[in-house]
Protein backbone atom coordinates (compact mmCIF):
# COMPACT_ATOMS: atom_id res chain seq x y z
CA UNK A 1 0.00 0.00 0.00
CA UNK A 2 0.66 3.19 -0.67
CA UNK A 3 -0.34 6.70 -0.15
CA UNK A 4 0.09 10.52 -0.65
CA UNK A 5 -0.96 13.82 1.14
CA UNK A 6 -2.19 16.52 -1.52
CA UNK A 7 -0.49 19.35 0.27
CA UNK A 8 -2.72 21.81 -1.11
CA UNK A 9 -5.75 20.36 0.99
CA UNK A 10 -4.12 19.35 4.16
CA UNK A 11 -5.33 21.83 7.09
CA UNK A 12 -2.55 20.67 9.50
CA UNK A 13 -5.03 18.88 11.82
CA UNK A 14 -3.24 16.26 13.00
CA UNK A 15 -5.44 13.47 12.71
CA UNK A 16 -3.26 11.53 10.47
CA UNK A 17 -0.13 12.20 12.23
CA UNK A 18 -1.80 11.27 15.69
CA UNK A 19 -2.82 8.21 14.38
CA UNK A 20 -0.05 6.72 12.97
CA UNK A 21 3.17 8.59 13.28
CA UNK A 22 4.90 5.78 11.89
CA UNK A 23 4.00 7.12 8.03
CA UNK A 24 2.92 10.56 8.55
CA UNK A 25 4.69 13.85 10.06
CA UNK A 26 4.10 17.35 10.10
CA UNK A 27 7.05 19.27 7.33
CA UNK A 28 7.25 22.67 6.28
CA UNK A 29 6.62 23.43 2.43
CA UNK A 30 5.73 26.34 0.43
CA UNK A 31 1.91 25.47 1.36
CA UNK A 32 3.17 26.07 4.99
CA UNK A 33 2.76 23.40 7.75
CA UNK A 34 1.76 20.15 6.01
CA UNK A 35 1.28 16.59 6.56
CA UNK A 36 3.44 14.39 4.73
CA UNK A 37 4.23 10.92 3.94
CA UNK A 38 7.68 9.64 4.98
CA UNK A 39 7.44 6.44 3.79
CA UNK A 40 7.67 4.66 0.34
CA UNK A 41 5.37 1.70 1.31
CA UNK A 42 3.28 1.25 4.17
CA UNK A 43 3.88 -1.37 6.39
CA UNK A 44 0.98 -4.26 6.84
CA UNK A 45 0.85 -3.44 10.54
CA UNK A 46 0.09 0.33 9.96
CA UNK A 47 -2.51 -0.41 7.27
CA UNK A 48 -5.51 -0.58 9.71
CA UNK A 49 -4.31 3.19 10.82
CA UNK A 50 -3.65 4.47 7.35
CA UNK A 51 -6.90 3.71 6.23
CA UNK A 52 -8.51 5.43 9.31
CA UNK A 53 -6.64 8.24 8.01
CA UNK A 54 -7.78 7.93 5.04
CA UNK A 55 -11.46 7.45 6.19
CA UNK A 56 -11.00 10.40 9.11
CA UNK A 57 -9.33 13.16 7.35
CA UNK A 58 -11.58 16.12 7.08
CA UNK A 59 -10.52 17.76 3.98
CA UNK A 60 -10.13 14.08 2.06
CA UNK A 61 -6.23 14.78 1.54
CA UNK A 62 -5.19 11.34 1.84
CA UNK A 63 -5.33 9.14 -1.09
CA UNK A 64 -3.71 5.60 -2.05
CA UNK A 65 -1.71 5.72 -4.84
CA UNK A 66 -0.77 3.27 -7.36
CA UNK A 67 1.46 0.53 -6.38
S1 LIG B 1 -5.72 14.33 8.62
FE1 LIG B 1 -5.75 15.36 6.61
S2 LIG B 1 -5.90 17.56 7.04
FE2 LIG B 1 -5.30 16.54 8.96
S3 LIG B 1 -3.05 16.68 8.98
FE3 LIG B 1 -3.60 14.73 8.02
S4 LIG B 1 -3.67 15.11 5.80
FE4 LIG B 1 -3.73 17.09 6.86
New binding site residues.
Partial sequence: MKVK?NEE?????????GVCDKV?E?IDSENGT??HVKVDTVDDADKEAVVE?IE???????EEVEE
Avoid at 9 to 17: D, E, K, L, R, T
Avoid at 56 to 62: G, R
Fill in positions: VNCIACGYCVFFVSASCPTSAI
